[in-house]
T-cell receptor, first 116, second 113 residues
Framework: GAGVSQSPRYKVAKRGQDVALRCDPISGHVSLFWYQQALGQGPEFLTYFQNEAQLDKSGLPSDRFFAERPEGSVSTLKIQRTQQEDSAVYLC??????????????FGPGTRLLVL | AQSVSQHNHHVILSEAASLELGCNYSYGGTVNLFWYVQYPGQHLQLLLKYFSGDPLVKGIKGFEAEFIKSKFSFNLRKPSVQWSDTAEYFCAVNTYNTDKLIFGTGTRLQVFP
């Protein structure tokens, strides 16, 4: 019955460090999305999973960004060799996604990443 | 490429004033339209959505939005705002075969008692 959870809520990294951000979707939700929200902007799409299949990764800004969802539930977004421009809030969302793109996406609280 | 424009970046109102937030999208095909709200310190949550049928959609907390296809618009309205409506409001769109949401830049609403 819990909503989407994300951890950690805050992460400070030194430039060049690797980070891993975790998302626990709502139980039974098929679809999982990652978005990046820069300060003062709306969320921007990064990648999308349906079960364990990554169907769209067109929004990943570089090959330093990698996401996985190996068992079709929990997902991890990994950023290698972090740069200052990676500083943002990373949002995870999940939806039932039976047949329709109109299914509501439920968002987690986000992970605020600051790269120094 | 699809895009969403929210022309009001910051709106300041007194309680009981009426609210209308603009949202325009660019896409020629069938779309699904959403308004999300983010209250201070909270996560994004759905206010309302349109995907078919009656173009006037009613959501939670007295909000409504009207889809006008000819104008590519989906403006959000509330006849009388409350202090508790202070939040950031995001309009978003996706299409029949593209699940990802395209968001506008958001409108920050401040309501003073």
């Amino acid at each position: 019955g819990a909503g989407v959870s994300q951890s950690p809520r805050y992460k400070v990294a030194k430039r060049g460090q690797d980070v891993a951000l975790r998302c626990d979707p709502i139980s039974g939700h098929v679809s999982l999305f990652w978005y990046q929200q820069a300060l003062g902007q709306g969320p921007e799409f990064l990648t999308y999973f349906q079960n364990e299949a990554q169907l769209d990764k067109s929004g990943l800004p570089s090959d330093r960004f990698f996401a996985e969802r190996p068992e079709g539930s929990v997902s991890t977004l990994k950023i290698q060799r972090t740069q200052q421009e990676d500083s943002a809030v990373y949002l995870c969302a999940s939806s039932l996604r039976r047949d329709r793109a109109s299914e509501t996406q439920y968002f987690g609280p986000g992970t605020r990443l600051l790269v120094l | 490429a699809q895009s969403v424009s929210q022309h009001n970046h910051h709106v300041i109102l007194s309680e009981a004033a009426s609210l209308e937030l603009g949202c325009n999208y660019s896409y020629g095909g069938t779309v699904n339209l959403f308004w999300y709200v983010q209250y201070p310190g909270q996560h994004l949550q759905l206010l309302l959505k349109y995907f078919s049928g009656d173009p006037l959609v009613k959501g939670i907390k007295g909000f409504e939005a009207e889809f006008i296809k000819s104008k590519f618009s989906f403006n959000l309205r509330k006849p009388s705002v409350q202090w508790s409506d202070t939040a950031e409001y995001f309009c978003a769109v996706n299409t029949y075969n593209t699940d990802k949401l395209i968001f506008g830049t958001g409108t920050r609403l401040q309501v003073f008692p």
